[in-house]
């Protein structure tokens, strides 16, 4: 498949720095790569909002952009 495109996603980060609930924003057109980059956030872990000391779920945009080379 010769496809590229730019997947943006909002994802929830729960307070322990995992991925929540993940939401497209706006889709490649694409099945595959939607897809394709919900499976690679899934497995990202990122550091969560803090207020002072406390660790607080939030919201985040992250794009994806497949091109071929």
């Known amino acids: 498949n010769n496809w590229e ?7 929830y980060i729960k307070e ?3 991925i929540g609930e993940v939401k497209i924003v706006k889709s490649s057109g694409h099945s595959e790569l939607d ?5 690679a ?4 872990r990122f550091e969560p909002a803090r207020r002072g000391e ?8 992250v794009p994806f952009t ?3 080379q």
């Open 35 to 39: 897809e394709a980059a919900i499976a």
């Open 66 to 68: 497949f091109t071929l």
């Open 54 to 61: 406390v660790a607080q779920g939030s919201w985040v945009r």
């Open 16 to 18: 322990d720095g995992s």
């Open 5 to 11: 495109g730019r997947v943006l996603l909002s994802a």
């Open 41 to 44: 956030l899934r497995g990202w």
